[in-house]
């Protein structure tokens, strides 16, 4: 098969695409390397899945239709994994317009050129964030009181309810996977573990929002990955897939996993909360592992070792 990643030289995007060319599929990569963080981190990450076999690359704007449309035209891709975005909670609520117009023109801008194109296998990268200040925890997927409390979640929610509606008109088979808190090496550098890792490491203070207590859930980039190529393996008209860890970590013992691995104390900065996070996230993910084959396999603390130690290695670049 022939599967287009956007985003693909992106953190999650740049696995992605590696895991792929290792299966035997064709990969074709839309991303626009913006400078969200340093683009030359993105040029690695290419690099990197090139070593593993050719692509296909446009460096372009997913908003820019026509140029997408004409680039897939050439060798149009069996499935598309849309993970091209503006990520990020706190940032959202700086440039609203900017997410809006990548996460979400962005996203209808893609499902047209399927609908155009015929491509009718649509992975789209949902987010935990849009459960909001939920009480019904874990998360499960068929919560119906998902209230965004940012810009970014707004923009997700928004995305997957474009995904439904193209499933719905033109027969696109889709899969929305609500992404838990994903970390493993090359991280985004503005992610709490990537940056606590550099400043910890560098003997410097650590901003830390709120009292510690808030839990996130997790995940392995690597399970992360096995759950989107589940994704596209399952067969269904439309549905959707919390992919995370199912175990929160709190953010107190998320600094002491990464103290450990690191082998230095932190220096602490209490700050408030912040407007837009969430207290928790925590997700039920028996639907996943029923139906996508989804089996987490990496407790957080392995995950952390594995991330210092790639770390390590990075530091330099
Ligand atoms: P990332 O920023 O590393 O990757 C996103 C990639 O998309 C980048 O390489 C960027 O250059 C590209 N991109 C952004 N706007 C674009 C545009 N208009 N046109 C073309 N390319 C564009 O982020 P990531 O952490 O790998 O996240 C991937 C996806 O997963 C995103 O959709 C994000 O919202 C979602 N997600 C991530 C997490 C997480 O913890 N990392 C959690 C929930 C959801």
């Not at 985003?7 to 990969?27: D, K, N, P, T, Y």
């Not at 560098?202 to 992360?224: E, H």
Request: with cysteine; glycine share 8%; net charge neutral.
């Amino acid at each position: 098969m022939r599967i287009l990643v956007t985003g693909g030289a992106g953190f999650i995007g740049s696995h992605l695409c590696e895991a792929l060319l290792r299966q035997g599929h064709a990969v074709s990569i839309i991303d626009e390397l913006n400078d969200f963080y340093s683009p030359a981190l993105k040029r690695l990450n290419l690099e990197g899945i090139r070593k593993l076999g050719a692509v296909e690359f446009l460096e372009g704007d997913i908003c820019d239709g026509e140029r997408a449309y004409e680039f897939l035209k050439r060798n149009p891709p069996d499935a598309v994994v849309h993970l091209a975005a503006r990520a990020g909670v706190r940032p959202s609520l700086q440039q609203p317009f900017l997410y809006e117009r990548t996460n979400v023109l962005g996203t209808l801008t893609l499902l047209e050129n399927c609908r155009r194109l015929g491509i009718t296998k649509f992975v789209f990268a949902s987010s935990s964030s849009i459960y909001g200040v939920s009480n019904n925890v874990p998360f499960r997927e068929d919560d119906p009181n998902c209230l965004p409390i940012s810009i970014y979640a707004a923009t997700k929610l928004a995305g997957e309810k474009l995904c439904y509606t193209y499933s719905h008109l033109y027969a696109i088979r889709t899969v929305c996977l609500r992404f838990f808190t994903v970390f493993g090496p090359r991280q985004r550098p503005d992610l709490a573990i990537r940056k606590f890792t550099e400043m910890i490491d560098a003997g410097k203070p650590i901003p830390v929002f709120g009292d510690g207590s808030s839990g996130r859930d997790y995940t392995f980039v690597a399970d992360t990955v096995q759950g989107i190529l589940g994704a596209l393996r399952y067969e269904c008209g439309f549905d959707i897939f919390n992919l995370g860890n199912s175990a929160p970590v709190k953010l107190t013992e998320m600094i002491a996993a990464i103290e450990k691995a690191v082998g230095r104390k932190a220096v602490i900065d209490w700050q408030p909360d912040q407007p837009g996070d969430v207290p928790i996230t925590f997700a039920d993910i028996s639907k996943a592992r029923e139906k996508l084959g989804y089996a987490p396999g990496t407790p957080f603390e392995a995950g952390i070792v594995k991330f210092v130690e790639w770390f390590r290695t990075a530091r330099s670049i």
